[in-house]
């Protein structure tokens, strides 16, 4: 079945320092997700990619879908105190029925020290 | 607008026991989804619906049943708990399916099983 894999699965920075976590699909996806979950929160969307190559910016952070559509990447600029919490990429297989396929990676705990 | 509403969001039950977690959406979302969270393992999907009468299984339904008899509800039954079964349980709903649209999570239900 379809796999999503991101890595790394914890990363410890000092704040102002950039932030990458990479999302590597085993098929081409049809989209990818973002989401942002705080400490003892739910998964909160940030965005969704659908076309190949797209890059998409939220203030400090930049989205980007590869060219085969088969792994994405987030990177934080300058990360503050208010970014700390799990990163989770999501993807759609493409091709057959999409509704309820929703793979996620197993995320990245991100812990930023003032 | 609440969006998604999960309860309890505690619960303790000893082994054989059973319970359900109830989760309802004020959004008029046709499609809802079960997943649960264990730590480092990301979201796995459980059950999800596409519609008032309509259930599926996901990549790990086994031990759980689900109904949706309305739009709004779409409760999750855990019939004979055992310790696997100790995780976060996240309900979502999302106007389209997870292909076009985002996810509304709800808050969670801690659940442990002992």
């Known amino acids: 079945g379809q796999q999503v894999m991101q890595i790394p699965q914890y990363q410890h920075v000092q704040e102002g320092e950039d932030f990458t976590t990479y999302c590597n699909s085993s098929t081409t996806l049809s989209n990818i997700q973002w989401y942002k979950q705080r400490p003892g929160g739910h998964p909160v969307f940030l965005i969704q990619l659908v076309k190949s190559g797209e890059v998409k910016k939220q203030k400090r952070l930049t989205f980007q879908f590869g060219e085969a559509k088969k792994n994405s990447s987030l990177h934080i600029t300058a990360t503050q105190t208010t970014d700390v919490g799990t990163y989770f990429c999501a993807g759609t297989n493409a091709g057959g029925t999409s509704y309820g396929k929703l793979t996620f990676g197993q995320g990245t705990i991100l812990t930023v020290h003032p | 607008n609440a969006g998604v509403t999960q309860t309890p969001k505690f619960r303790i039950l000893k082994i054989g026991q059973s319970m359900t977690l109830q989760c309802t959406q004020d959004?008029?979302?046709?499609?809802m989804y079960w997943y649960r969270q264990d730590p480092g393992m990301g979201l796995k999907l459980i059950y999800y619906s596409v519609g008032a009468g309509i259930t599926d299984k996901g990549e790990v339904p086994n031990g759980y049943n689900v109904s949706r008899s309305t739009t709004e509800d779409f409760p999750l039954r855990l019939e004979l708990a055992a310790p696997s079964q100790t995780s976060v349980y996240f309900c979502a709903s999302s106007p389209r399916d997870s292909a076009t649209s985002p996810l509304h999570f709800g808050n969670g239900t801690r659940l442990t099983v002992t």
């Open positions: 959004m008029n979302h046709n499609y």
